[in-house]
């Protein structure tokens, strides 16, 4: 901890709160001296400070810093408790000497009072079924065409396209690209927007690489929740050199995300990509349009199952709205 968090003042300041939560505060620690009077004034006094940060220090204590970022005179730290949960602290401090601190907050990553996050299986949760919904999701790697194809048949559909480059890339400029869990996020993000759309009675197409089987059967549950047809499908490239020109010549102007692609790791992908028994697969080394025709026809076929079983989510709503 001693390394990760020293430098600016607010750094030094935030180390000195760290310190408290894990327990290292001496029995006799300066909290008036570290405080701005304003600020002890308007939470109950110094003391009130060193008593939650004694409290806290019972329940979190040892624990281990995993990342700081600092700006000017804020800074924020990121540890992991003795059960390994995620909390947050973050400091400011006044921009003069003693620079004593102005502000601070310590919480979970996730704070208790925001609504629940998203389940893992939406089996059971309920929502507002409506008839006409559908749940389409286009699968690949890299390179395939999916979303080309996908693009061209939401425009048919009149259903909006969501695409995990365009909102990976909006968010590079926040250090996007650099996180670990890149691809969890973007599922996450995914997973929300179709929530919206489908808790609103809406159909929406998801265009991502829809490489992880856990993540396909959420997206499943999630439509058989909204009771909302789920239409997965999957595109690949069978003449390898059109797929590896694609991959490597593509130019999309995506803001925030590459054009060009890696090859190797778009072959590597391909071998390793998990079996979708249930998804149509588009060779998309035909022509666009055929592409297109194919899974709008498939999208016919379901239609046409589902209104014969008279079940919830068919998509006899789409025909009429194709452009």
């Keep these: 901890m001693d390394d ?25 620690v300066d909290v008036d001296g570290a405080l701005d009077p304003g600020f002890a004034a308007g939470i109950g006094g110094a003391s009130a400070l060193r008593d939650i940060t004694g409290s806290r220090a019972a329940g979190l204590a040892p ?20 059960d390994d949960d995620l909390w947050v602290s973050h400091v400011e401090v006044g921009a003069e000497v003693p620079h004593r601190i102005t502000l601070t907050h310590t919480q979970r990553w996730v704070p208790d009072y925001l609504t629940p996050g998203l389940p893992a299986d939406f089996t059971g949760v309920p929502m507002t079924s409506r008839s006409g919904a ?10 395939s065409g999916k979303s080309t194809v996908a693009d061209r048949v939401g425009a048919a559909l009149d259903v909006p396209v969501f695409a995990l480059d365009w909102l990976m890339g909006a968010l590079s400029p926040f250090g996007m690209r650099h996180r670990t869990d890149l691809m969890s996020i ?29 993540v396909r059967a959420r997206w499943a549950s999630l439509a058989s929740a909204a009771g909302a047809a789920f239409i997965p499908v999957v595109c690949a490239c069978s003449v390898e050199s059109l797929h590896r020109e694609r991959v490597e010549t593509r130019v999309r102007g995506i803001p925030g ?35 297109v025709a194919t899974v709008l026809g498939h999208i016919d076929h379901r239609r046409d199952a589902d209104a014969s079983r008279g079940r ?12």
């Design 186 to 214: 973007g599922a996450e993000l995914l997973t929300t927007l179709a929530y919206r759309e489908l808790s609103a009675g809406r159909s929406a197409i998801l265009d991502t690489t829809s490489e992880e089987p856990g």
């Design 257 to 291: 995300w590459a054009d060009a692609g890696d090859w190797p790791d778009a072959k590597a992908r391909l071998a390793a990509f998990p079996p979708w028994p249930d998804a149509l697969l588009v060779d998309t080394a035909r022509p666009l349009e055929a592409c």
């Design 63 to 82: 624990i281990r810093v995993v990342g700081v970022d600092a700006d000017g005179t804020a800074a924020t730290a990121r540890f992991r408790t003795r």
């Design 134 to 143: 559908a749940l389409i999701v286009f699968g690949g790697v890299p390179g």
């Design 4 to 28: 990760l968090v020293a430098g600016t003042p607010a750094l030094t300041r935030l180390r000195w709160l760290l310190e408290g939560l894990d327990g290292r505060w001496p029995v006799d």
């Design 312 to 323: 919830a989510g068919s998509v006899s709503t789409f025909r009429d709205k194709r452009i």
